[in-house]
């Protein structure tokens, strides 16, 4: 008897809006420091999804903010990433609206 793997099922979208921060992804570091023993065993990190969440994009641009007298290249970096995020949400955005036939901000199209 063969056993199939039962995928879970993404919650829906106004479940996600009632279920609070819970664990969704695993992080390791690329130099192998989260490895055990390593100096980020354990570390708890937050995941932001530049392209479909608008929240993500603020909360990269208040890092940025907040790294600017540290890490000046590093918060450059950022707030170009957080710029160019925004810049295709706001399409996505347009798009969304034209496909319902509501009307499209002139001010999308110049993106």
Same mark, same amino acid.
């Given at each position: 008897m063969?056993?199939?793997?039962t995928r879970r099922k993404r919650p829906a979208f106004d479940e996600d809006r009632t279920r609070g921060l %819970?664990?969704? @992804?695993?992080?390791?570091?690329?130099?192998?420091?989260?490895?055990?023993?390593?100096?980020? +065993?354990?570390? $708890? %990190? @937050?995941?932001? +999804?530049? +392209?479909? $969440?608008?929240?993500?994009v603020h909360a990269l641009m208040a890092y940025a903010e907040s790294c600017m007298h540290d890490y000046p290249i590093l918060a450059q $970096?950022?707030?170009?990433?957080?710029?160019?995020?925004?810049?295709?949400? +706001?399409?996505?955005?347009?798009?969304?609206?034209?496909?319902r036939g509501?009307?499209?901000s002139k001010k999308l199209d110049e993106l």
């Open positions: 063969t056993r199939t793997k %819970y664990r969704k @992804f695993y992080v390791g570091r690329t130099d192998g420091s989260s490895e055990p023993g390593g100096k980020h +065993d354990g570390c $708890d %990190y @937050f995941v932001l +999804d530049l +392209d479909h $969440d608008r929240h993500a $970096d950022l707030l170009r990433k957080a710029g160019l995020a925004m810049r295709r949400l +706001d399409r996505e955005r347009g798009r969304e609206l034209q496909s509501l009307p499209r």
